[in-house]
C-alpha cells in the first residue's frame, strides 16, 4: 500500500512538474506572431508566399532639390583651402556619412585644390536608384563631384565622397 500511495505521490509530481514547463495557452494580452503560411504550386512541393515589397523612394521635385542643396553646401564647405583643419572638418562633418566623415578627418584644406565653385550641380542620379546621387561642380580646379546617398526617402543626404571628375 505504501508503493501504490508513493508511486501515486510521484506521478503527481511528475505530472505537475511537466505541466509548469509546458507553454501556457495565450491569453487575450498574449500576442501571437502570425504564422507563415505555404500555398501548393509548381506539382507538390510548398512554396512560402512572399512578404509585401518594401515601400521604394522615388525621385521627385523635392529629393531633387534636396540632393542640389546639400551638394552645394557641402562643396562650398570643402572647397576652403585658407580655413584651419580643425574648423574646415567641424563645419562639414554634419554633412558626412560616417565613414567619410573618419577620412575626412585626415584631409588637409590647404592641400585641397578647389577654391571657388563656378558652376553647378549637375545631378546625375544613379538609373533605378533613387538613393544615390552623383553632384558634378565646375570649379577653379576642373570638375569635381559629390557623391550623395540616403537610406530613405524621409532621411537626409549625405556626403559619401567628394573628388575630382579625374579620380
Known sequence: MLQKTMAAAAGTLLALACAACAPAAPTAQTAQAP??????????????????????????AASEQSAKDTAAKAMALFARPRVDQRQWITDLAPMLSPAYRTEAEYINPARVPVS?????????ASSGDPMTVKAVFTTDAGEWVV???????????????????DA
Open 35 to 60: 504564422t507563415p503560411t505555404a500555398s501548393l504550386s509548381r506539382g507538390d512541393r510548398a512554396q512560402a508566399q512572399s512578404a509585401p515589397p518594401l515601400p521604394v523612394s522615388s525621385w521627385d
Open 116 to 124: 571657388k565653385v563656378l558652376s553647378g550641380p549637375a545631378l546625375k
Open 147 to 165: 557623391l550623395l546617398h540616403r537610406t530613405a526617402a524621409a532621411q537626409p543626404w549625405l556626403v559619401q565622397d567628394i573628388a575630382s571628375n
